[in-house]
């Protein structure tokens, strides 16, 4: 098993396809095949099964995949690490964040950041906070900017509250309920939403919010993990979600969403960086999240 082999193995994986994989790795097809045969003799187990839908991991090669992204991933740190103790100014940092840090928080720590550091290439991503958190465990981003998980790993990861975020619940600007001045939840029983999936952690607040008013939980008519999707459906429409209350969506004279005026207090998101544990942090792990932390303390001010 060598590096090599584990490489082949990750990015045939990710694309379902010998000929893709073999084009991206810029590999012939027959050679890449050969690679992972004698990664399966190696390992004495199957990795992948071949059919009609493509190419899939099985169970064993799932597992070694996520060794072997974590291998990939230090590699690639220990490149870059290289490269900032030799004084280079280049390198490369990937950031994931749920939608309302890539509205101000992100955007405004990637200005900064990249001010300093103009020759990282820096990726950013969405996507909702347990799909963050496993990204960060196996090593396909080095920063995430999220809520706080319920069931989070001390072991492995390091999280540090930034910034509390207060939730409105909004409503089309045309919705009966948006012209009232003061609603009571038990008003917005018999409405249906648009809201992710449980276990979110936005999700699991609002079913406590309703499960403490001794109400029935609040029900989905469509559940999302597109903030995009999910503003677009609610625009026009007599359904009801949630928001962080600096979202430009529901804020602003043209704005097509507004907050209802709830007579109780909401719940507050708390966001804040996860990364590795580990002895010491790449440069430009450390520099990145200290801009980050400057500019949710310029925010909460």
């Known amino acids: 098993m060598d590096f090599r082999q584990l490489r082949n193995l990750v990015f045939v994986a990710r694309y379902a396809s010998f000929g893709v994989a073999a084009d991206k790795l810029n590999v012939t097809q027959p050679a890449l095949s ?4 004698a990664l399966e003799q190696a390992t004495g187990v199957r990795l992948l099964d071949r059919g009609p839908w493509g190419v899939r991991p ?3 090669g799932e597992r070694l995949i996520e060794y072997a992204e974590a291998v990939l991933a230090l590699t690639d740190e220990a490149r870059d690490e290289l490269d900032a103790m030799r004084g280079a100014q280049r390198g ?3 950031v994931g964040g749920i939608a309302t840090t890539l509205r101000t928080i992100l955007p405004n720590a990637a200005r900064r950041f990249l001010a300093s550091h103009p020759g990282v290439n820096l990726t950013l991503n969405e996507e909702l906070s347990p799909a963050l958190q496993h990204q960060v465990l196996n090593g ?3 920063i ?3 809520s706080r998980p319920r069931d989070f790993p001390d072991e492995e990861l390091e999280y540090r509250d930034l910034i509390k975020v207060p939730l409105v619940i909004v409503a089309d600007r045309a919705h009966p309920l948006a012209a009232r001045d003061s609603l009571r939840l038990a008003d917005l029983r018999d409405w249906l939403w648009i809201i992710p999936a449980r276990p979110d952690p936005d999700r699991t607040a609002l079913d406590a919010l309703f499960a403490n008013a001794l109400l029935p939980l609040p029900q989905a008519i469509c559940e999302t993990t597109s903030s995009t999707f999910q503003v677009s459906m609610l625009a026009g429409s007599p359904w009801l979600s949630y928001l962080s209350n600096t979202s430009a969506f529901a804020r602003g004279a043209s704005a097509q969403l ?3 005026k709830l007579d109780v207090p909401l719940w507050t998101r708390s966001i804040g960086i996860v990364y590795r544990r580990r002895p010491a ?3 430009l792990v450390t520099s990145f999240i200290r801009e980050m932390t400057e500019v949710c303390a310029e925010i909460q001010v």
């Open 92 to 94: 490369r940092l990937r």
């Open 34 to 37: 050969k690679s992972i045969r």
């Open 258 to 260: 507004v907050p209802l």
């Open 281 to 283: 942090h790449r440069p």
């Open 58 to 60: 099985t169970a064993f």
């Open 140 to 142: 396909t981003i080095d």
């Open 144 to 146: 995430a900017l999220m």
